[in-house]
């Protein structure tokens, strides 16, 4: 079992930045990709960005240069730095943690924390 705690979310006006950080605690040695989601309403949940074990980073075309993930394996958090924000990024930003389950893999999610970023 893995647990994950979010922080950081809040209100923002457009243009500004937010820093989230998920912290995962339980069976933390068999994470291998963290990353963070984001659900809008009315939208279905979609990839922000991820990191492997191994330091690999993967970020969704929309997010390309205004973001930033890193992890912190000695610590087990994962943080996504978030710059220049838009309007469009309001969402419930989700942190995620994948561990391997024989030839298959499964995700284990936090609770959620809202960004909303006023225009």
């Known amino acids: 079992q893995v647990q994950l705690v979010e922080s950081g979310g809040g209100l923002v006006q457009a243009g500004g930045s937010l820093r989230l950080s998920c912290a995962a605690s339980?069976?933390?040695?068999?994470?291998?990709?963290m990353g963070w989601y984001r659900q809008a309403p009315g939208k279905q949940r979609e990839l922000v960005a991820a990191?492997?074990?191994?330091?690999?980073?993967n970020y969704a075309d929309s997010v390309k240069g205004r973001f930033t993930i890193s992890r912190d394996n000695a610590e087990n958090t994962v943080n996504l730095q978030m710059n220049s924000l838009k309007p469009e990024d309001t969402a419930v930003y989700y942190c995620?943690?994948?561990?391997?389950?024989?030839?298959?893999?499964?995700?284990?999610w936090g609770q959620g924390t809202q960004v909303t970023v006023s225009s």
């Open positions: 339980g069976s933390i040695f068999s994470i291998r990709t």
């Open positions: 995620n943690a994948e561990v391997p389950r024989g030839a298959a893999k499964f995700g284990y």
């Open positions: 990191v492997t074990s191994s330091g690999s980073t």
